[in-house]
């Protein structure tokens, strides 16, 4: 390579590589030989000998490629039950759930008020209950309203203590 010119050392490799194409399609004719450039340790267990054939490599480099196989949908859950205090919206049901007597306070109504906003609210519940929790409260809020009004009254009549 050394006195040659650029054009000379790239013919000169062109040669040898051509060379060497020519003996490995002589040993590929002859049958399945060692790997070029790899020990026999890495391209399979024996020595000397390929590991596994062509065809069967093929074939794993094709299992790659197959459509994997479709899991079976997960059940959908059952929808949890509905509390069955969302379900009772008439108005008698409604002032049984707030436990109204008739002898609260003021401050006793607004705290049952805030309780049954916290288990009651629209917000809080799921959305197929949302109509049934709003008449709820409404139905609530309008009983408390006017039980307050009512104890305003008596106090002014003087008919409460």
Known sequence: MFGMTVFESVLERLKAE?????EDDALEEEGPGEIRGLTSGFAGLGMGATF?????ATA???DLYEEPVPMP???EPLPPEPPPHLLRVAPEEVAEDLALHGKESVDD??????SF???NHPDGVPPDLRDNAT????IAN???DETIRRIHVEKRLGLSG
């Open 60 to 62: 794993a480099y094709l």
């Open 142 to 144: 309008m009983l408390i």
């Open 109 to 114: 109504l607004l705290a049952r008020r805030r």
């Open 73 to 75: 949908p997960e059940p």
């Open 117 to 119: 906003a916290r288990e």
């Open 135 to 138: 008449l709820r409260m409404k």
């Open 18 to 22: 051509a060379r060497e194409a020519e």
């Open 52 to 56: 596994v054939s062509g065809s069967q």
